[in-house]
């Protein structure tokens, strides 16, 4: 085994310590990573605040780094590649989501950067809070040239996490688009589909973030909590993407919704209540996503990279990592966290 240093959550399961964790040796077809930014994800505050049992807990699952060194087959990567990772790490391969690109839906269920199950050895998986991450080559993406790599780290889970279903339902010039909730996965929504042409529009509890709404190249803010805004926007969306981080009721958001236009719920995943009246009066569709598929995760980055959109992030040292989590859920963030992970030594 290798060693390296990461952050882990503790018994009570509410804040991390800086702990030694152990990689595997390289398989053929792996790569290790030396972990250089790491995003913090509404999703690993949930699993660091929600954790329960013995099963270790290192979060992080967009990040970017240096390769430096890789498995006896791997052809795609050299050491010195700057290279990016998301929220999976393996999949089958072969069932028919893998084999159309999905294997985010892989049937067998996609393996997860942190807290999934490794499918050779039946560990569990250790994100990217840490130094090193060893990872197969088909799930570690080239880094292209011009992305900064502490901004694009969080493209690699809210950036495809928003860019999948803004390409499935045809986002483009023209496209009227709403993004509920500012926040990490909302804001990266807002950019993408301003950059893909949408006329894009932000609705949000915070007033505050109208300046920031339209600097991401919003056009407008609708504040959710002014009944007489919400009201003026009925049907006005053909696309609204939700990113809100709490359990919510969805039919608000669905009368924003345009004849025949989705609700994508990408935010908080539990049950959702609806009245199929509120799908009916006007063919309304629900629908959700999540992660990406290694076409679009590429695919993506190559988008990004044309086009200059990286997350606006705070950058800290990963020693903050718990201000990181503890502002994140009091909402206090413009609008990802990225931890910097150099101060974890490398060699041990
Ligand atoms: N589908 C997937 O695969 C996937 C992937 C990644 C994350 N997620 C989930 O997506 C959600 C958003 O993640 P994130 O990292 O973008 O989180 P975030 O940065 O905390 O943003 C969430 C936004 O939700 C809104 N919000 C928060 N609390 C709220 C409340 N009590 N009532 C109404 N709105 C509230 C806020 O927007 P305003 O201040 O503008 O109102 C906030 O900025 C999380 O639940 C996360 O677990 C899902
Ligand atoms: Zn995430
Ligand atoms: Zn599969």
Redesign the pocket.
Known sequence: MRSTLGWQADRAGTTLRRTSLERRELRADDVAVRVDYCGV???D??AVRTRTGEAPLVPGHEFTGVVTDIGHEVTRFAIGDQVAVG?IVDSCGACAMCRAGQENFCHEFPTLTYAGTDRYDGTTTLGAYSREYIVRDDFTYPLPAGLDPAAAAPLL??GV?VWEPLQALGVGPGTRVAV???????HLAVKLAVALGADTT?????AD?ADDARRLGGHDLIV?TDQRQMAAARDRFDVVVD????P?DVTPYLGLVALDGTLSH????GTVTVQATDLLIGRKKLS????GGRPATAAMLEFCAQHNVTADIELLPSARVNEALDR?ER?D?R??FVLDMSDLPQNR
């Open positions: 994800c509404h999703t505050l949930h929220n889970c809210a996490t509920a909730g500012l926040g990490g996965l909302g932000v609705i949000s509890r915070s973030k959710s990113t809100i981080a709490v919510h990408l935010g908080h995943l959700s996503a999540g992660s994140l909402n963030v609008y990802r």
